[in-house]
């Protein structure tokens, strides 16, 4: 199982920026995607989750209505649309894939904290003023 975020660089406030997550070693059906990020010197922070079979998304609360998630399951890619950059949303961005699990609602604050099972490498996103 492996997850390669990409996509980061450095870019204006106010700009769009799409992140890429390609899955590789299992396939969507069978695992939600989250985003996370951590700024230097802060502590992670989840910010989106997408469990694509189900139609279901979800959003923390300081991301919701600027980052919207999505998916690609023929390219087993899940995406990370970021829209008005700010300065404070510079940081390490990756991915994780947590299994689908009946009962247990990964794509949830709950679901981001204890449910994602592999981790990818990051993609740093820094936004000047």
């Known amino acids: 199982v492996q997850l390669q975020a990409s996509g980061g660089g450095l870019m204006q406030a106010g700009g769009s920026l799409r992140l890429s997550c390609v899955a590789s070693?299992?396939?969507?059906?069978?695992?939600?995607i989250a985003w996370f990020r951590q700024a230097p010197g802060k502590e992670r922070e989840g910010l989106s989750c997408?469990?694509?079979?189900?139609?279901?998304?979800y959003y923390s609360d300081s991301v919701k209505g600027r980052f919207t998630t999505s998916s690609d399951n023929a390219k087993n890619t899940v995406y990370l649309q970021i829209n008005n950059l700010e300065p404070e949303d510079s940081a390490v961005y990756s991915c994780?894939?947590?299994?689908?699990?009946?009962?247990?609602?990964?794509?949830?604050?709950?679901?981001?904290?204890?449910?994602?099972?592999?981790w990818g490498k990051g993609t740093q996103v820094t936004v000047s003023s």
């Open positions: 994780a894939a947590g299994v689908k699990t009946p009962g247990f609602h990964i794509c949830s604050a709950y679901g981001l904290v204890y449910g994602m099972d592999y």
């Open positions: 070693g299992f396939t969507l059906d069978d695992y939600a």
């Open positions: 997408i469990s694509s079979s189900e139609g279901i998304t």
